[in-house]
């Protein structure tokens, strides 16, 4: 008997020590993971001349049961109890739309967008914005503020309360500014395709004109897309003059700048811009030249309060009037969407690692790149350029002129085969898994090249071993 109790004493005696063990290592798991998500949010180079303070935010209330609350085991808010989507690798990849599910990411969110709206030149980073899941969404969401800051009733009543409405970008603009018209309910043939010069920047005073038309037939012009840095030729539009003509008209100026806007960040090249500083709204897409990974693009606001009045439902289960924290961090309701991925914490890691000055090291980089290879095929033999002049950002556009069609005398004959010519050294490129560049047509133009640089990791020897190679695949052609 004496035995027996002995046994279950000990036994008692084993379990409690494996539930007290059991429990140090849980506890100390959980502090592991908070530790380490602070060291990644903490441990950056310190070089970075963005002095983010919301470092300091972030590791002061870190310890907080707020900040870590997403990583314990009994935060049960809304849908986010522990789940295998929640350990470590994937959080800087959850959702983010109160901050109370996302404080962290909420505030890196505003301390960078505050600070792009400042390199854009908006006093003291005033005004608003939101990361998207891409510049096409972020040009729609500029539509949409546009039209909600003329008309507020349309939010209500929809389109059936507002007159037609006209919209004015560039041929050479991007295709997202017409989704964005027929997903709005605008069409796209209210948008008014305005003539671009010879190396595809928009004409000024073929805007005014065309504004000025519109108006006679009856449309109400509201939104002017102007793109910095076009898709295929890298042209930026005449800000400047644009602005003058929006400002005369009362109509709304966004730039499209998803794929040039971040040469903002270069002090040699930001001169291209001038003039965006007096857009209502500009998107920028780091997840282009500053090689953020996909998806990472911002849409800025000049106005405060514009993008909640004209997005946010209110739904009660989410953003309750009665938290007990500063409400305006509930950014979730300015967003289109409900759960939103959070596409900040990219950025946010990269801009701290390389600093204001390594994003510009690198986009310069990429223009030198361009220029070089410029500057190699302008007056070879078997070359010839889209259009004259150097190009303003690093799109190069190029005819490749196989020996057999260099010198053909009849110009429409000559035509038909080069437009040929680009697909075949592409599709050769491809088999051969050696290199790839993109080729378009565009207007009366027939197909060229358009070699585009953003990765800074290319080399001279790089662009050399391109243009040897295009001649190796086309010369028999
Ligand atoms: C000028 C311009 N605007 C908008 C976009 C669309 O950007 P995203 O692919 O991020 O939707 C592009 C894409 O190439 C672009 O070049």
Redesign the pocket.
Known sequence: MLCYVMLCYVMLCYVMLCYVILYYIVMWYIKLRSFIFLSMCMCVTPHSSFTCRCTFTCSASAFSPQCISSLLVFFLDQMFTLQPSHSLPTLPFSIQFTYEVAPVFVLLEYVTLKKMREIIGWSDGRGDGIFSP????S?MYAMLLARFKMFPEVKEKGMSSVPRLAAFTSEH??F?IKKGAAALGIGTESVICIKADESGKLIPADLERRILEAKQKGFVPFFVSA?A???VYGAFDPLIAISDICKKYNVWMHV?G???GSLLMSRRHRWKLDGVERANSV?W?P??MMSVPL?C?ALLVREEGLMQNCNQMHACYLFQQDKHYDLSYDTGDKALQCGRHVDIFKLWLMWRAKGTIGFEAQIDKCLELSEYLYNKIKDREGYEMVFDGKPQHTNVCFWYLPPGIRYMEDKEERKKHLHKVAPVIKARMMEYGTTMVSYQPQGDKVNFFRMVISNPAATFEDIDFLIEEIERLGQDL
């Open positions: 891409g510049g096409a969404i040009n603009s991007h997202s793109t840095g076009t898709t499209d998803a794929w040039g998107t897409n997840h282009k998806q693009s």
